[in-house]
């Protein structure tokens, strides 16, 4: 596993995500070593080490897509992430607010609750 990829995508994903968590997904994740291999290399290895955009605002549009998708953990994590990366509250809310328009109200109102929680804990 371990290449320029892998290690580049699992530094920067204990950056964004916390040393924390990573450590404990890699003991949960026994069993799906080629699933966790792919995350690392190609999501944190690749994509997020592009140029074009810089970790906040990767950080924001990820956020938005995991309120479209409605996928709650994932998007937990990516608001702490998104916090660390330097996004304020006000700018979390901004996109749970776009998102209110194209994904619907439900779902903005579950981005903002979870904002207000994962900014409080790390408060």
Known sequence: MPGSEWAAGDALRREVLGNTYVDGVSDTWA???ELQDLVVR???GTVWQR???DRKFRSLLTV???TAMNRKHE???HIG???RNGCTVDEL???ALQCAVYCGFPAAIDTVRSIKQISDEMS
Do not use: K, R, S, T
């Open 93 to 95: 809310v901004e996109v």
């Open 64 to 66: 938005a897509i995991l």
């Open 81 to 83: 992430g998104a916090l």
């Open 75 to 77: 998007l937990e994590l």
């Open 51 to 53: 140029p074009a955009f």
């Open 31 to 33: 069993g799906a070593a």
């Open 42 to 44: 190609l999501a944190w």
